[in-house]
């Protein structure tokens, strides 16, 4: 089967957006999460043992239960804001939390 590009279709926004970063040298690249470095040694090192310990898998929709009650502690010693783990959510960055209804 041969398959074959539209060149008629419109470049999409963030296309553009990508464009013009690559276009400059002093921009620093976050549109895809891709950092220009490779992971510290120790990184993934404690991905290596979560993933043998069977670590792997997706998480809870709002995020790792036990991460968002440690959020909770630090928010309030820290912080001193009181926030129970069911009021935190946890997005894989903060381009995809963008996309939540206010009311999540």
């Known amino acids: 089967m041969n398959w074959a590009i539209d060149t008629d279709l419109p470049t999409s926004g963030i296309r553009e957006i990508l464009d013009r970063a690559l276009a400059r040298s002093h921009v620093i690249r976050l549109e895809a999460g891709e950092p220009d470095f490779p992971p510290p040694s120790w990184v993934v090192e404690a991905y290596h043992r ?19 009650q440690a959020l909770a502690r630090k928010l309030a010693e820290v912080n001193h804001e009181a926030r129970s783990a069911d009021e935190i959510l946890v997005t894989p960055g903060g381009f995809p939390g963008s996309f939540l209804p206010s009311e999540v």
């Open 50 to 68: 979560a993933a043998l310990d069977g670590h792997n898998r997706y998480t809870a929709t709002a995020g790792i239960p036990l991460l968002r």
